[in-house]
């Protein structure tokens, strides 16, 4: 139970820190403008070493923006849930803490599902067109790689969980 408990941690931790950073770096695309080569990211756009705030209150991108921010701090509570599953208190025994990570880690895999898919479909319909040469850059494939993470991660508290239930059924030997 423990290792499967440490597996999880360890990929919601990492999990975390790659949503954090691809949601303040501002590599999600780059492209081509006027013979020089852009980036942007959530926040800011980037043209010849020059950035600029996005000011542009566009519904797709407050929807990504709150999606990330919302995984972000539903994986942070996980973490903090799967951190207080190894220690055992008596005045939550009818409270999992492992299972609550789990739940935590799967609906930040939720929120930063969906930031990604609409991201993913505006950009690709709507500013792909509009850019000629463009292509995604290395923070949004953070974004998917910190998805896969938060996602292993509730996989293995939901197994840790099961495993604690399963013993718990069995009883004392």
């Known amino acids: 139970m423990y290792s499967f408990m440490g597996g999880g941690l360890f990929c919601a931790i990492v999990g975390n820190i790659l949503l954090v950073v691809s949601c303040a770096t501002d590599y999600w695309m780059q492209y081509r403008l006027s013979g020089s080569v852009a980036h942007q990211g959530l926040w800011r756009y980037c043209m010849t070493n020059k950035c600029f705030m996005q000011t542009d209150s566009i519904a797709y991108w407050n929807a990504t923006r709150a999606f990330m921010i919302l995984s972000a701090m539903s994986c942070f509570s996980g973490i903090i849930a799967g ?51 463009w292509r995604f850059s290395w923070s949004y494939i953070l974004g998917w790689v910190g998805l896969l993470m938060t996602f292993f991660a509730g996989i293995f508290y939901m197994c840790a969980y099961r495993m604690h239930e399963c013993r718990r059924m069995a009883g004392p030997r």
């Not at 009818?94 to 599902?113: C, P």
């Open 83 to 133: 951190i207080l599953s190894f220690a055992h208190f008596s005045a939550f025994e009818r409270f999992n803490r492992s299972f609550a990570a789990g739940i935590m880690f799967f609906i930040s895999t939720l929120f930063v599902l969906l930031a990604m898919a609409i991201y993913t479909g505006v950009t690709v319909n709507f500013l792909g067109k509009r850019f000629g040469d």
